[in-house]
Structures are given as structure tokens and as C-alpha cells.
């Protein structure tokens, strides 16, 4: 493969069953077998390129997984009917009862609901720590730890994960790198620099067009195969399925996604800058200001820039809700969750997607309430957005 990950999706060719230009989506969920020893073959998983129920996988889900799994220079991946599909997949794959993780304490406001209140019933703990502390993350690894989790750029913070030596770490440690890598698909590799699995939500960039939910786990041929055993496999017996129709068309976007990324961080990048010489606290990997600029620069590709999520802080949640508003009425984009969609979206993450983190960990970590974070879109004209936002920003005193 080579160090371009674009074009290991791009030299993927399928053809469709009667040669159509994209692949033949399989709508069923069952399929046949002509000999009843090819179905126990199959089902015991040594049979390649028999399908026998859509739960364990389909031609639709394998074209896309095989799609993801070159673009993040894995053996091989297994898609999800949801990026906290993927993610609890891996959690309960990794570890049982007794075992501990060891993840970042600014990420998604789902996976940290999950590790904090929902796998404890499991009795599975975690220790969240500063991402960005080395020390600190060596310093919580327990023997029964078997997994440092984080986000390459951490929600809703844009803290950057050191990759690579916290490969360094795991690996001496004997434990699993996780990173999800859904903020920076394109711009970060960490299988380059030493993740063992890398996940995505597909919902967001990947596909783009905020039309369906969907996740990926990319790793090794042997890891991905544990997550879909019949036996003990978490993807297989929670049965997070994606539909082949939504695999289908979130392939289709996945050809396109180099151009959007590219112009998501030129965007970004133009307003981060704008907004900073206009005297505002922006937080943008791009920014000079970045406590972190230097590390993203020493890990990404470079062509795709510095991704398209960017904070701004207000001061305080009733001045970023006004803000938010007006820009919404506007036209300038949606007061909406999520990420990736070709408008931009904008909202408070205190009070959204990470309203899970209780207040007081809010407070820890720096997640002000006044802090706005969003998802610039493609708009083709920047400047022309630039000065609808200022001018808003103006009428409710933010300038």
C-alpha cells in the first residue's frame, strides 16, 4: 500500500454483477449454498466468498470494509450499523470482568457514558487522564489494564494524541492502542504511527451527507476475526449489523471524501484564522496558538490541512445559544449535533454531545459552557461566510 491514503481507495475497482460501475448491492439476508458442507464450512468460517446471513457479513458490507480497511492501512475491517457499534464492540472484545482501560478524558460524550456508567456493571473500570500526559497515561496502566483508548483530535476539545509514543507505551505495557480517528480521516494514519485498531463513526465525514449512522473497525485480519467469531465475537453476538443498502451508498461517498476534506480545512482554517485576529478564543489544530500545532504537523498528511472542526468561547451558554441562533436564522448552517455535512453545524457541546461528562469533569478538563464547536461545510465562497458570521457575532455582542 502506499503512504497516500486516497489512493488505496481510489485503485479499489468493482464491478457491479452485470458490470455496472458501482458494485451490485446484496438485499437479502440469507443466502444459498448448493452443497450442505460449503454451509458448515462457511458458518466454522473457512469458506472464502460464501455469505450465509447478513449479520455476519454481506457483499455490500465487505466492498466498504475493504474500502476503510485500505484507507486506514489495515489487514482488514468490520463495519457497523453504528459508530458506538464499533467502538462497545471493541471495548467488550478487549476486556471482561476484572480488566481495566486506560482512555483520554475528552472524547465523545457516548463512549465516555459507556465506559463510566455502563461497563462498571460489567466490572470492567477506566481511569481517564489528560491525553496529552504521557506520564499520566503510563502512570494508570494497572496489570489488568488491556487497552489505552483515545481520539486523534479529542472531542470536543481538539486535543492531539500523541500517537506514536503512546505506541511506545502500549506496546511496552503489552496492551492495545484503540484511536478513533472520526474527526480525522485522511489527515491522520494511526496505523502509521502505531495504533493497533483504529475506529470511525461513519455517520460524519466518511459519509458526509448526515443520511445514516454507521461505524468501522479497522485492524488486523486477526483481530477483526475475533470480532466477528460466531462463538465469542462481540460484532457478531450483540449483532451491531450495518444494512447493505446504507454500506452501498456510504461507499459511494467514500470516493469523494479526499475533496471534502480538502476543502472542510481550507474552510476551517480561513474562519480559525479570521476569528482569532478578531480578538476571539479560538481552538483550531492549524492555529499557530494550538498548544498542540507542532504534534499535528509531525503526524498528518499534510495535503488535507488541518481538519474541519474548530471552537470558539463566548463566555457563556446564553450568549453562545443567541449566537447560534441567529447564525441558524441566517442561513449560515444548522444549531444541530454532529459533524462532516457539507453546511456547517454548530452547537454548544456542554449541553449536547457531551452533556453525558458531568459538570464538574466538564470543569476539569476546560470544557467551558460558553464554548461553541463547529463543523465548517463547504461553502464555496469563505470570505462571503466569514462576514455573515462576524456580523452576527457583532449584533450579539460576542465583537
Known sequence: MSNKPANNIQDLQYFGEFGGVNPSISDSATYTFLHAKTMLDTFEG??????????????????LSEALAAMEFTETANVTASGMGAITSVFLQVCGAGDHIVSSRTIY?????????????????????????????????????????????????LEIANIAEMSKIAKKHNVLLVVDNTFSPLLISPQKLGADVT?????????????????????SQKFIDSLRNVNDGAAMLLGPVMDSLRAASVLKNLRTLH?????????????????????????????????????????????YGFGGILTIDVGNLEKANELMELMQNQNLGYLAVSLGFYKTLFSAPGTSTSSEIPAEEQLKMGLSNGIIRFSIGLDNDIERTYRAMRK??????VL
Open 46 to 63: 473457512h469458506a472464502e466468498g460464501c455469505y450465509l446471513y447478513s449479520r455476519h457479513t454481506s457483499p455490500s458490507n465487505l466492498f
Open 109 to 157: 460524550g457516548g463512549s465516555y457514558a459507556f465506559l463510566k456508567n455502563f461497563a462498571p456493571k460489567l466490572n470492567i473500570t477506566t481511569s481517564f487522564v489528560d491525553i496529552t500526559s504521557l506520564e499520566a497515561i503510563e502512570a494508570a496502566i494497572k496489570p489488568s489494564t488491556k487497552m489505552i483508548y483515545c481520539e486523534a483530535i479529542s472531542n470536543p476539545l
Open 199 to 219: 475506529i470511525h463513526s461513519l455517520t460524519k465525514f466518511i459519509n458526509g451527507t448526515n443520511d445514516t449512522v454507521g461505524g468501522v473497525v479497522c485492524g
Open 259 to 303: 475533496i471534502r476534506m480538502k476543502k472542510h480545512s481550507e474552510n476551517a482554517l480561513y474562519l480559525a484564522q479570521n476569528f482569532e485576529n478578531d480578538g476571539l478564543k479560538v481552538v483550531y489544530p492549524g492555529l499557530k496558538s494550538h498548544p498542540n500545532h507542532h504534534l499535528f504537523k509531525s503526524m498528518y498528511n499534510k495535503e
Open 392 to 397: 452576527c457575532m457583532a449584533q450579539v455582542g
